[in-house]
Every structure is written in structure tokens, then in C-alpha cells.
């Protein structure tokens, strides 16, 4: 991941894909209703600032990888969108051929590995993927997100503690609405905000609200991990 040069054409394609993920989102949901799409259904809308900022961000090679709210980031990284139309509504032409459904998008060939619907259990993944990309002298990143709920999985603090230890190539994104699924962060977690968690970590602690291409961005040329709290308004 490198810094790049953010022009008027940049933030006007940033607003014309966040429109179309609304919309795209938006169509789910109506389908949804229909019982055109089966089992559950999570949608991004109010979070596409985050996707449009980190996903620009990105190299070749670099790694994307998140939980049950997964439709729109696959497009961000180049697929097609009828593919993921096509797994939401369970068709062999879907991404995961029509298996995984709303919560299991996988397009390992732009660099997008799911799409998990076991809170918390994507973070030491994405860890892994940067563990790999380390192994074999790839200078690449990966980009691991999780919602507000997941920090209080032990399974985050496992990987924080060890992205430290072996300074792995990861970038931690917590998407932070403040009420996880339905319960207010100040009734569920001893500090807020929720980034002042991991300060006991040395990783390095990045607070932003929409655009990601700080200091986690320098991650190849010098390996080290980061943690980084967004806060939106998704509803």
C-alpha cells in the first residue's frame, strides 16, 4: 500500500461507487423482502466511505478480508457485480457458485478472502494472509476488518498480541457504528473509545474518520501492524 494523489476525479469516482453500492444494497434488500433471497441478509449501507478510501488505497497483490457484511467489497476490488447478484440469490454463476450466499463472498483473484459469519473469526485469517505474504518476502498488506462487536472476541486480542510479536503486515479496521448489533458500546466495553482497548498493544494506533492512507500505509516498506477505528453511521 502506497499514498497516492487524491484529484477531484478521485472523489468524484469514490461518490459515483458509493452510490451504486447504495443502490446495489438497496436492490438486496428489496429482493429480500420478495424471498428472492433466502437466509440472511447484512448490508453495508452508511459504511461505503470506509470501502471506497481503503480499497483505493490498495496495490496488486494486496489482501481484503471482513465479515458477514460483504457484498459491495468484492465490486470495490474489480467484481463483477452480477456474480455477486448471482450468489445472493443462490445461482451457480455466484461467486461462491451459489453456496455461500450473503454472508460468504469469496474472490480470492482480486485479492477479496470472504465474507465470515462467525463474529471475530475472519481477524486471525487476515493475520495469516499477512503471515504468508511475510513468509514469502511478498511486500504486501492486508486489510482485515471487523465490526465494534468483534473487539471483545478473544479472538482479536490472540492476534493483536501475535501481529505484534512477529510485526506482521496487517492492518486492523475496526467499522465502528457505536451499537454493534444492537448494543451500545458504552454498556459493553470498559474503555471508549474502543481504539483506547489496544493501546496496551505497541502496534501502531491510527484514528480516522473516512480516508485510511496514514501512517498504516507505510507497511511495506517497514513491517509493523496497525489498528485502525472508523466510526460511521450504518443502519
Not at 441478509?41 to 483505493?56: D, K, M
Not at 460483504?70 to 447478484?85: F, K, T, Y
Request: net charge positive; glycine share 10%; aromatic share 10%.
Amino acid at each position: 500500500m502506497a499514498k497516492k494523489r487524491i484529484t477531484k476525479a478521485t472523489y468524484l469516482k469514490w461518490y459515483e461507487d458509493m452510490l451504486f453500492w447504495r443502490k446495489f444494497e438497496d436492490m438486496a434488500a428489496a429482493l429480500y423482502i420478495q424471498q428472492k433471497i433466502r437466509g440472511f441478509l447484512h448490508l453495508y449501507n452508511g459504511q461505503e466511505a470506509i470501502l471506497a478510501g481503503s480499497a483505493y488505497a490498495m496495490e496488486d497483490g494486496d489482501n481484503m478480508i471482513t465479515a458477514y457484511r460483504n457484498h459491495v467489497q468484492p465490486m470495490a476490488l474489480g467484481e463483477d457485480p452480477r456474480r455477486i447478484m448471482a450468489e445472493l440469490m443462490g445461482k451457480v454463476t455466484g461467486t461462491s457458485r451459489g453456496k455461500g450466499g450473503s454472508m460468504h463472498m469469496f474472490s480470492p483473484d482480486k485479492g477479496f478472502w470472504g465474507g465470515h459469519g462467525i463474529v471475530g473469526g475472519q481477524i486471525p485469517l487476515g493475520a495469516g494472509l499477512a503471515f504468508a505474504d511475510q513468509y514469502f518476502g511478498r511486500k504486501n498488506v492486508t486489510l482485515t476488518y471487523m465490526g465494534d462487536g468483534a473487539i471483545r472476541q478473544g479472538a482479536w486480542h490472540e492476534t493483536a498480541n501475535l501481529a505484534m510479536l512477529w510485526k506482521l503486515p496487517v492492518v486492523f479496521c475496526v467499522e465502528n457504528n457505536g451499537y454493534a448489533m444492537g448494543t451500545s458500546v458504552e454498556r459493553t466495553a470498559g474503555q471508549t473509545p474502543i481504539h483506547k482497548l489496544v493501546k496496551a498493544m505497541t502496534c501502531l494506533i491510527v484514528r480516522l474518520t473516512v480516508w485510511i492512507q496514514s501512517q498504516c500505509m507505510t507497511l511495506c516498506m517497514k513491517p509493523q501492524n496497525a489498528h485502525v477505528a472508523v466510526m460511521d453511521q450504518r443502519y
